[in-house]
C-alpha cells in the first residue's frame, strides 16, 4: 500500500541552526502539506503545496519557513534559525487532485527536538 | 479561534459497546469532514470522510453522521474494539487545507 514517508523520524537540533525535514510523498499526488503538532496541542496546519507553489500558508509559517519539491519525489520543510518553540512532530500529508474530495494520507512523522 | 471543536477530551468505552465521539465546527464554509486516528508517535491515520452533500456515510464499523444546521458531526464505532483506543481528531476542509480539532482520546477497556 503506497504511503508517505517521512525523515528522519527524529532530528535533534540546536536553537539557531537551520534543519530540513523530508518527506517523500505518494507518487500520484499533486497536493502537499505540511502540518505540526506542538507536544499536548492539537495537529496545526503550516502550509499546502500544488504546482510548485504554496496554496494556503498559516500564521505559524512565517520567514523563517520555506518548502520546496526539489525533485519529482520529494517534498522539504525548511526552518532557517530554529527556536525552542519550533519544537514539535512535524507530519506530512499529501492527497490526489480531482473534482471529489479526497482525505490526506499522513507521514510518520518527524519529531524535532530544538535545544 | 477554534473553528474546530471536540468538547470532550478523553471517553471510556466498554468494548463491545458504542463509542460515539462528536464534533462540532463554526465556519459554514467548510464542505468535507474527516476523522483521523492517532497512535502515540504515530501520524494521523485516516478513518472516514463525508462531504457536506451527505448526513450520513458507513464504512464497517465506522459511521459518521453530519448535521449541517447545527454544525455537527459524530463518529460512531460499533462494536468497540481494544485496539480502537487512540485519539481521534475531527478534520473539517477549507480551501486547500484541514483544520483539525484537539482529539478527543478514547479508552476502549476489555
Known amino acids: 500500500e503506497p504511503e508517505v514517508t517521512q525523515t528522519p523520524s527524529h532530528q535533534v537540533t540546536q536553537m539557531g541552526q537551520e534543519v530540513i525535514l523530508r518527506c517523500v510523498p505518494i507518487?500520484?499526488?499533486?497536493?502537499f502539506y505540511w502540518y505540526r503538532q506542538i507536544l499536548g496541542q492539537k495537529v496545526e496546519f503550516l502550509v499546502s503545496?500544488?504546482?510548485?507553489?504554496?496554496?494556503?500558508k498559516s500564521e505559524i509559517f512565517d520567514d523563517q519557513f520555506s518548502v520546496e519539491r526539489p525533485d519529482g519525489s520529494n517534498f522539504t520543510l525548511k526552518i532557517r534559525s530554529t527556536k525552542l518553540e519550533d519544537s514539535a512532530m512535524y507530519f506530512c500529508?499529501?492527497?490526489?487532485?480531482?473534482?471529489?474530495?479526497?482525505?490526506?494520507?499522513f507521514g510518520q512523522g518527524t519529531r524535532l527536538t530544538v535545544v | 479561534d477554534q473553528q474546530v471543536k471536540q468538547n470532550s477530551p478523553s471517553l471510556s468505552v466498554q468494548e463491545g459497546r458504542i463509542s460515539i465521539l462528536n464534533c462540532d465546527y463554526t465556519n459554514s464554509m467548510f464542505d468535507y469532514f474527516l476523522w483521523y486516528k492517532k497512535y502515540p508517535a504515530e501520524g494521523p491515520t485516516f478513518l472516514i470522510s463525508i462531504s457536506s452533500i451527505k448526513d450520513k456515510n458507513e464504512d464497517g464499523r465506522f459511521t459518521v453522521f453530519l448535521n449541517k444546521s447545527a454544525k455537527h458531526l459524530s463518529l460512531h464505532i460499533v462494536p468497540s474494539q481494544p485496539g480502537d483506543s487512540a485519539v481521534y481528531f475531527c478534520?473539517?476542509?477549507?480551501?486547500?487545507?484541514?483544520?483539525f480539532g484537539p482529539g478527543t482520546r478514547l479508552s476502549v477497556l476489555p
Open positions: 507518487s500520484n499526488h499533486l497536493y
Open positions: 503545496f500544488y504546482n510548485n507553489e504554496i496554496s494556503e
Open positions: 478534520a473539517a476542509r477549507g480551501g486547500q487545507n484541514f483544520v
Open positions: 500529508a499529501s492527497s490526489e487532485q480531482g473534482l471529489l474530495n479526497t482525505e490526506a494520507f
